[in-house]
């Protein structure tokens, strides 16, 4: 194309003024001149002291893997060449509309027939304290950078507040430049717009492998430092020490001068399809407008509306008709892809990948036949594959079987049917990574007799380890076998096909520590997991953990997020402890007081000698908890699947039968199990001789006192199969007693399945087993005591203790109230 | 909040605990419950569980799903049917977020009140 300068004083053609020398501003300008170079005088104003660069790769730029020179888009050059006039580093503060002219900062004054509007957005700054002190930048242009490159030279440590992005490119920079770098995210995953919480838990995972630290949850109190930024105070008060602070939580479209001079602005510049403002002689493109509702915070989108403003400028009007956006994470060696919308919902179908030995995990939404979102971690290889399939709205029903697998497999034609593929696969070819077994081998261990997915796993051990390869197990049983397969132990739930206690003995093999860690590892095939395995794993990882676990609220069920019973109209009960069954004058007042002053309608006497209040509130929770725990009283957890009660007769201090101290016992008992999480809600009871008042024989552990000492009786249970105990055995001391009783706590705890109490666990594993552990195994029996006691010392917190100081408050009280007669929220 | 406003304005997001919910308390109605996916999308139905009228709010929610805490229904957050093999449906109040603001819809909300 020919450049010719032109002189503006000679120029009667229109004068286009652009305010913004950023990658929208410059962009909607080539296109313009890609269209007809001659039609208009252009000006454009920058706040910036330079020329138009790639604002995208000032990321690498900080990594060190660009200079500044290799990311300008248009150089001085190129202004000269198209006769465009730059004013650089003087903003424009005001327009005019009335009288058609813009003003700058330094004075400079310029009227337009036509202005277009660039300014795009200005970072967030969280109002804390302290956020004005020097040190505390964002990352936003140039300037930013530089001052990033400055601080980084004199080494120390940074904190990056935000996990977004952003946030994570400044922080990934700032580290390879030395910096000790903590990442502050306030929400639990990281770039949680863009990634589910499994991909997020991966790239947490691959930061801190390489040394930087990232606090998910987070939450900034203040910014702290003498004259300059010294360091972040959460709320929770840790203290972070730090010689820079990069904000990275946010942009928000910069349309301060739009709205003084009177446009129409909602979250951004409102534009119609043709980029036009308001005023019919404004035009806005870029991030700083609002198109349809939507704001955009990528490139992507701007390139289509710089297309769409050039055609109604200068050639017939296409319109802009919105974008769907893609995002990939520019940190390199760790590949993030995510497109379009992932948050599920009726309809549509998540396919998920899993594969943990290569950290892989991919999830593919599909909704009536089309594609509507993907998240790629660990291999993005087919990112713009999907997000083709996405826009194009393609029908891929054809290929769902595969989709999964990516573009490669997908148009391997022949290879569509998963079943057909394995047949074609030779003898040799390895089906399971893990333990390294050929379909040979497991087509002969299922031509020997296991005919079942487990038994495959327990004879040539495929698919016993991370899973991934079960579903090329479950074909070949298929193919050889027809309908012969037999299906295994129930899995755990729908997400997985592992079982309670392959996944119970994985977390505790391969060391896992959270809920998405488990999920990645073991393949779970749902985001999220479901109501069932999420408390399971929550369980399974704190017995395993204790101390170290951070325990999911939102993995357990009301009864036990709120420690209270949910009843049938949505109120709650509560039981406060009485440990062993005893009570006193001023606990009973308590009780009286709280019944009366919160109305509950009724106060019963359960089963297990407790005091249940009813029909409270559960915006009254917190208060009750605090006027009992006023009277001494903690939560008898009778809601939790934990240590229930400890049932008493009255013993040899009363009866005239007694032969030990049952109560004293009892009340022992309780002391050293209260607060202990089990797989089912669990009861102990002692009673004082044989009469058994008590009712010893029926619970999970049962003492009943004779005269040479004590027999301990487990797994009774009076649920709807009425179950009366086995005799374990007898021992003669208390002490015994006690010890033995928190030994087979701990098994049941390490041992059990979720929600399977001790009466269907004995029977299933064998009371042999049970007695060899406890009885016979005396190193063995103090080995479990030593870690039940272990995780007690973390789990005797009052859980209505801290509730009534406050902690979790939102969980009871109402967001907002609503007075329909008053309409006010 | 104005009378005449579309939506109300009920509190920032992030007072919604993700993966949890927080309600909305109707005078002379049924609760509101607006619940936030391990995603961060918001949906807000009818507080009452279409089966026995158990609190959805107090329910586990996972994918775009709530389990009923009294029988364990599943009820679908966005269309407030009941999933699976369970027929019934609770009605949906419409939800948007402006500026980390969660707004509901004022029609709606009169009519859990009605
Ligand atoms: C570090 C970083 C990494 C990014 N990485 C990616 C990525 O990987 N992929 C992606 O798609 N997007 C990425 N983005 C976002 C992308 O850069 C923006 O979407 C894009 O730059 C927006 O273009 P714009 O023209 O609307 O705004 P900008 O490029 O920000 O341009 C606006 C310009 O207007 C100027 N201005 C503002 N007010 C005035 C005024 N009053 N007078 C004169 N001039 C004014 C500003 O100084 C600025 O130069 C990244 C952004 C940053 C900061
Ligand atoms: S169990 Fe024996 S000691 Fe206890 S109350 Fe009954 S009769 Fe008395
Ligand atoms: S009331 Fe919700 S499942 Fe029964």
């Known amino acids: 194309m020919e450049h010719r300068p032109i002189k503006a004083d000679s120029d009667t053609r229109e004068h286009l003024v652009v305010i913004g020398n950023g990658m929208a501003g410059c962009r909607a300008v080539e296109e313009l001149l890609a269209r007809d170079p001659a039609r208009y005088r252009v000006k454009i104003f920058g706040a910036e002291p330079r020329v138009n660069y790639n604002r995208i790769m000032l990321s690498p730029v900080l990594a060190g893997e660009k200079s500044f020179d290799d990311i300008v888009i248009n150089d001085a050059d190129w202004y000269a060449k198209n006769g465009i006039a730059l004013i650089a580093g003087d903003p424009v503060v005001a327009i005019d509309r009335a009288a058609k002219t813009v003003t700058t900062r330094g004075g400079v004054s310029e009227s337009y027939d036509k202005l277009l509007i660039a300014t795009g957005s200005d970072p967030f700054i969280i109002p804390v304290p302290g956020k004005d002190l020097p040190g505390v930048i964002a990352f936003r242009d140039m300037d930013d950078v530089a001052a990033m490159l400055d601080a980084a030279e004199k080494g120390g440590s940074a904190v990056v507040i935000g996990g977004g992005l952003l946030g994570l490119e400044a922080a990934h ?282 038994a495959v796993r327990g004879t040539c051990k495929a698919s016993a380890s991370c899973g991934s390869c079960t579903g090329l197990v479950e074909n070949l049983l298929a193919l050889t076998l027809g309908d012969d397969v037999q299906s295994g132990p129930k899995t755990m739930c729908k997400c997985t096909s592992f079982g309670h206690d392959d996944v119970r003995r994985e977390i505790v093999a391969q060391e896992m520590r959270s809920i998405p860690e488990v999920m990645q590892k073991l393949h779970w095939a749902t985001p999220d997991g479901c109501s069932s395995c999420r408390p399971a794993l929550n369980y399974y990882l704190l017995c395993a953990l204790p101390g170290d676990y951070v325990d999911d609220q939102q993995s357990r069920f009301v009864n036990e997020r709120l420690h209270a019973n949910i009843q049938k109209d949505g109120t709650y009960s509560v039981v406060p402890r009485m440990w062993g069954g005893l009570t006193n004058p001023t606990e009973l007042r308590a009780i009286a007081d709280v019944v009366e002053k919160y109305n509950a309608p009724m106060v019963k006497v359960t089963g297990g000698q407790r005091l249940d209040i009813f029909g409270i509130r559960k915006e009254d929770l917190p208060a009750v908890w605090a006027d009992l725990n006023a009277a001494g009283m903690v939560s008898g957890h009778a809601y939790g699947k934990a240590l229930r009660t400890v049932k008493t007769c009255v013993g040899s201090e009363w009866c005239r039968f007694g032969t030990q101290d049952s109560t004293g016992l009892g009340v022992k008992l309780e002391r050293m199990s209260w607060g202990s999480w089990m797989p089912h809600k669990f009861k102990i009871a002692v009673s004082g001789c044989p009469r058994n008042c008590a009712e010893a024989t029926i619970k999970d552990f049962g003492v009943v006192c004779v005269d040479s000492g004590y027999e301990l009786h487990v797994g009774g249970n009076g649920g709807i199969h009425v179950r009366a105990t086995d005799l374990l055995c007898k021992v003669a001391t208390e002490q015994e007693a006690m010890d033995y009783c928190a030994a087979f706590i701990q098994l049941y705890r390490e041992e059990a399945r979720y929600l399977e109490r001790t009466a269907p666990w004995i029977e299933r594993v064998g009371l042999d087993h049970i007695k060899a552990r406890i009885v016979d195994d005396e190193a063995g029996r103090e080995a479990l005591r030593a870690r039940f006691l272990y995780s007690q010392s973390f789990s005797q917190d009052d859980p209505w203790a801290q509730r009534a100081e406050g902690a979790e408050a939102e969980h009871h009280a109402p967001m907002a109230r609503f007075t329909p007669q008053k309409e006010i929220a | 909040m104005t009378s005449t406003a579309e939506w109300l304005d009920i509190g920032w997001v992030d007072q919604i605990p993700v993966r949890g919910s927080r309600t909305v308390q109707v005078e002379g109605g049924d609760d509101i419950a607006v619940f936030r996916t391990a995603e961060g999308k918001v949906f807000a139905l009818l507080d009452r569980c279409p089966h026995k009228h158990g609190r959805l709010s107090q329910g586990i929610v996972h994918g775009g799903a709530v389990a009923c805490p009294l029988h364990n229904w599943r009820i679908s957050l966005s269309t407030g049917e009941a999933l699976g093999d369970d027929k019934g449906c609770t009605p949906t109040v419409p939800v948007k977020i402006d500026g980390g603001r969660v707004l509901i819809c004022r029609a709606s909300t009169l009519k859990a009140a009605a």
């Open chain 1, 173 to 454: 920079g700032l580290s390879l430049r030395g910096m000790k770098v903590t990442v502050l995210h306030l929400m639990p995953t990281l770039m949680e717009r863009q990634l589910d919480e499994a991909a997020g838990w991966l790239l947490k995972q691959a930061l801190e492998a390489r040394g930087q630290t990232i606090l998910t949850g987070a939450d900034t109190a203040e910014i702290v430092g003498d004259g300059r930024v010294e360091g972040v105070i959460l709320k929770d008060g840790t203290l972070i020490p730090a010689d820079l602070v990069v904000m990275a939580v946010g942009i928000r479209p910069s349309t301060a001068l739009a709205r003084e001079a009177g446009l129409a602005v909602g979250r951004g510049i409102q534009v119609d399809d043709h980029m036009v403002t308001s005023d019919p002689d404004v035009l806005a493109v870029g991030e700083c407008v609002e198109h349809d509702g939507q704001v955009y915070g990528l490139v992507a989108p701007l390139w289509d509306m710089c297309r769409s403003l050039a055609d109604g400028l200068v050639e017939k009007p296409t319109g802009y008709r919105g974008s769907v956006t893609s995002t990939k994470l520019k940190v390199s060696g760790i590949d993030v892809f995510s497109a379009g919308d992932f948050s599920g919902g009726d309809g549509c179908e998540d396919i998920v990948l899993r594969d943990a030995s290569r950290g892989v995990y991919k999830r593919v939404i599909v909704k009536d036949d089309r594609i509507v979102g993907a998240v790629l971690y660990g291999d993005t290889a087919d990112g713009n594959w999907y997000f083709d399939l996405l826009k194009k709205q393609e029908d891929v029903s054809d290929l769902r079987d595969v989709l999964i697998f990516g573009q490669a497999f997908a148009s391997g034609g022949g290879q569509a049917d998963p079943k057909a593929a394995v047949a074609a696969l030779s003898d040799d070819a390895e089906i399971c990574g893990c333990n390294g077994v050929t379909k040979g081998q497991v087509v002969s261990c299922i031509a020997k007799g296991a005919h079942s997915l487990d």
